[in-house]
Nanobody, 123 residues
Framework: QVQLVESGGGLVQAGGSLRLSCAAS????????MGWFRQPPGKEREFVAA????????SYLYSVKGRYTISRDNARNTVYLQMNSLKADDTAVYYC????????????????WGRGTQVTVSP
């Protein structure tokens, strides 16, 4: 099992940027595909981005392509989500997750989750 702790959320104006971090511990971080999900108020949790163990394969939700970038630093056991050109619709609790699968883009493919960090984008 890997433990995950997100940080970096906050309040930002539309058009602004935030960088989320997720620190992992308790297992071999480089063995996991890492993902970011979000849950807007009153909605279901949705996939945002994922990165393979080597960083060579990245996947994104269509609506964040070109605005968000997922990256990882295996030496620091950390995965990042750089979010630019933020919109009010990006407001959500953002979760970091780890999967033992080589690729994973749905919630049921991840079995390790952080507690989330709130991102609020004001219009």
């Amino acid at each position: 099992q890997v433990q995950l702790v997100e940080s970096g959320g906050g309040l930002v104006q539309a058009g602004g940027s935030l960088r989320l971090s997720c620190a992992a511990s308790g297992a071999t971080f480089s063995a996991y595909t890492m993902g970011w999900f979000r849950q807007p108020p009153g909605k279901e949790r949705e996939f945002v981005a994922a990165i393979s163990w080597s960083g060579g394969i990245r996947s994104y939700l269509y609506s964040v392509k070109g605005r968000y970038t997922i990256s990882r630093d295996n030496a620091r056991n950390t995965v990042y989500l750089q979010m630019n050109s933020l919109k009010a619709d990006d407001t959500a609790v953002y979760y970091c997750a780890a999967s033992t699968l080589s690729t994973a883009t749905s919630t049921n493919e991840y079995n390790n989750w952080g507690r989330g960090t709130q991102v609020t984008v004001s219009p």
